[in-house]
């Protein structure tokens, strides 16, 4: 069965920067892609970055170019999101996700498998 949770949010000040963690477990991810979703309050569930267990290929939202960097490390089966620059409006609970597909999508409804969510808030 598989299984994501994310840690690593917490309070950060504008300008800062934060790293996410996402464990997976359950079964070999070589087929998987991996993604961060974020949604803030009375907003949608937003598109944050993809990326493939077996090649490492990355996708982003325009808006998180430059500032965020997805990441894995295949031996430990976890998944990181490195953001910079934060902005208050990058304050959002913020979600890992799997699904077992290696094509792109934004959409959050392709995505099978969820983490509980993890909290970043950023102070302006």
């Known amino acids: 069965q598989v299984q994501v949770v994310e840690s690593g949010g917490g309070l950060v000040q504008a300008g800062g920067s934060l790293r996410l963690s996402c464990a997976a477990s359950g079964r070999t991810f070589n087929t998987y892609s991996m993604a961060w979703f974020r949604q803030a309050p009375g907003k949608e569930r937003d598109f944050v970055a993809q990326i493939t267990w077996r090649s490492g290929t990355t996708y982003y939202a325009n808006s998180m170019k430059g500032r965020f960097t997805i990441s894995r490390d295949n031996a430990k089966n976890t998944v990181y999101l490195q953001m910079n620059s934060l902005k208050s409006e990058d304050t959002a609970v913020y979600y890992c996700?799997?699904?077992?597909?290696?094509?792109?999508?934004?959409?959050?409804?392709?995505?099978?498998?969820w983490g509980q969510g993890t909290q970043v808030t950023v102070s302006s």
């Open positions: 996700a799997a699904r077992e597909n290696v094509g792109l999508t934004m959409s959050p409804t392709e995505y099978r498998y």
